[in-house]
């Protein structure tokens, strides 16, 4: 499919063997940016930069991460990669740029010696092109899956997944890493990506807690993340910008059941690179909807690895 937002540019680099990797969104300059994290195992960089409050309006680039708390070594490479195009905030002894970033645990997938690092970062951006909408087992989404509520030995291989809006000039983005505690659901509510059965079919893990109602055991310790990015062209401020990532936050739940537990980090981040006029509120609501498409989309283009079965597998 053919989009893209001008000066926008979308890059992968992954470990195919230790199956990690990273992705990297650059965005053009006088680009706005916002955050809104939820969940209670958050893995983060410079988010709080991305306040209305505080002082700093333009952002430069997003990453999204495997590899835990370790992950965020990516983000150092593409500082560099930055860096070197003379790309930053001006400071009046360097520019420095800004990087936001979030991270999901995919250690227990592959190789967990085997972390996204600031060469995996640069590289990604080396790779970055205008082809936006690349899907599946693909940079911070090659090690994603969902569907904890069993463990991991039933969930379900999830990856990277994107979906776009066009209305007259205005444009809008979204990309995701879903690698959810809960399950994918399409618009009936029906699971399509979760925590499977035995005996075949899925779990439904709204269901499972349910029925613990009362008992003392609880939920495998495992922690998850959600990492979004909503994209515009729309002319938005800094504080319009946040209100989108919120907005996005709806697209998850119409796709990810349960999401926002405290097993999970879910962030969005949103950009408004400032190229034609539009509400915020036209952004946030269409952002929402193709946010819980790029959800569901991620289940539908990934691939099955180190024995963990796909969608393909299962329908």
Not at 250 to 270: Q, V, W
Not at 283 to 308: D, E, F, L, P, T
């Amino acid at each position: 499919m053919s989009f893209g937002i001008d000066g926008v540019r979308v890059g992968h680099a992954q470990d195919e063997v230790g199956l990690t990797g990273c992705t990297v969104v650059l965005l053009p300059p006088d680009t706005k940016g916002g955050v809104d994290v939820r969940g209670g195992a958050p893995g983060t960089r410079e988010t709080d930069l991305l306040n209305p409050v505080n002082l700093v309006e333009e952002v430069h680039a997003f990453v999204l991460s495997g590899g835990s708390a370790f992950g965020i070594a990516s983000t150092i490479g593409v500082v560099r990669y930055l860096e070197e195009k003379g790309i930053g905030f001006e400071t009046g002894v360097a520019r420095v740029p800004i990087v936001p970033a979030g991270v999901i645990f995919d250690l227990a997938v592959g190789d967990a010696a085997a972390r996204p690092d600031a060469v995996m970062g640069y590289s990604a951006c080396l790779n970055a092109s205008e082809d936006i909408t690349r899907q599946g087992n693909l940079g911070a989404g090659m090690g994603a899956t969902v569907g904890m509520m069993l463990g991991p030995a039933s969930s379900t291989k999830s990856g990277l997944g994107t979906a776009c809006f066009e209305a007259g000039e205005l444009k809008i983005f979204a990309l995701v890493v879903v690698n959810a505690f809960g399950d994918i659901v399409d618009e009936k509510g029906e699971v399509i990506a979760g925590a499977r059965l035995p005996e075949g079919g899925f779990a439904c893990t709204e269901t499972c807690i349910e029925n613990m109602l009362g008992a003392s055991s609880e939920p495998p310790p495992l922690t998850n993340t959600t990492l979004g990015v909503i994209v515009t062209n729309a002319r938005l401020s800094k504080t319009d910008v946040n209100w989108v990532a919120q907005r996005g936050h709806n697209g998850f739940a119409r796709a990810i059941s349960p999401c926002h537990t405290k097993l999970d980090g879910d962030l969005i981040f949103a950009a408004a690179t400032g190229q034609v006029n539009a509400s915020a509120d036209m952004v946030g609501v269409m952002g929402s909807i193709i946010m819980a498409q790029a959800v569901r989309n991620a289940a539908i283009h990934a691939a099955s690895v180190a024995g963990i079965p796909a969608y393909a597998d299962l329908h």
